[in-house]
């Protein structure tokens, strides 16, 4: 399995709307979200229209709409975006439990390849259908707060006064002095979970 951009920016989408909603803010525009994450705010917005077909989002339309989480964060796991948006997690078709595929392999019970590559599966849907966009948004908030880094969406939104949306994070970005190549780089564990989750193992 290999996340797309696609999935990957859906993903970065969705833990946004979580946050926002864990700082109080009803709802996010697009523009704030491709702002804050990098992403061209056309593609973002066929994204968004698909997590919303997919009954994950909602939008309200206006100047000052926006989207929001449709349902709680809490019961949307992450194994079930990245099915929706790049499909099975399984690297090869004969081990997948939701589009299994039968492979060429003429003795697919004693086969070793696919008692490898069942394992691979399970290893990574045991990670992605474990945690759900809450443990994830949870996750972030109490690493920003950790690091005294600003929240994000948690400044009033600038649209409601008729000015450009910029998000917090991209002004810190553009604030600090040091290039992009000399920030601070993570130690080799800082990003998992396990690190923050004390419960967390594979």
């Known amino acids: 399995m290999k996340l797309s951009k696609k999935g990957e920016y859906a993903l970065r989408a969705l833990i946004d709307l979580g946050i926002a909603h864990e ?5 996010v525009q697009v523009t704030e979200l491709s702002d804050k994450e990098l992403i061209p705010a056309k593609f973002l917005e ?11 989002v909602s ?15 809490a019961e949307i796991t992450i194994g079930a975006v990245v ?8 690297p090869i078709g004969c081990v997948s439990h939701t589009a299994y595929e039968k492979c060429g392999c003429p003795d697919e019970d004693h086969c070793g390849l696919r008692m490898l590559m069942l394992d691979v599966r ?22 920003l707060r950790r ?23 991209r002004a810190a970005r553009s604030a600090s ?21 004390p419960d967390y193992t594979i």
């Open 23 to 27: 700082v109080g803010r009803e709802l």
């Open 177 to 197: 002095p040091r290039s992009a190549a000399n920030a601070r780089r993570f130690a080799p564990v800082e990003g998992l979970l396990s690190q923050l989750l």
């Open 59 to 73: 939008a309200q339309r206006g100047k000052f709409g926006g989207y929001h989480l449709a349902r709680p964060a």
């Open 83 to 90: 099915r929706y948006i790049d499909g099975p997690l399984a």
């Open 122 to 143: 399970n290893a990574i849907a045991g990670i992605l259908d474990r945690y759900t966009l809450a443990d994830v948004v949870e996750v972030t908030l109490r690493k």
């Open 46 to 56: 066929q994204i968004m229209q698909e997590l919303k077909a997919a009954g994950l």
């Open 147 to 169: 690091d005294a880094l600003p929240l994000p969406f948690s400044a009033p939104r600038a649209a409601a006064r008729g000015k450009p949306v910029k998000s917090s994070v």
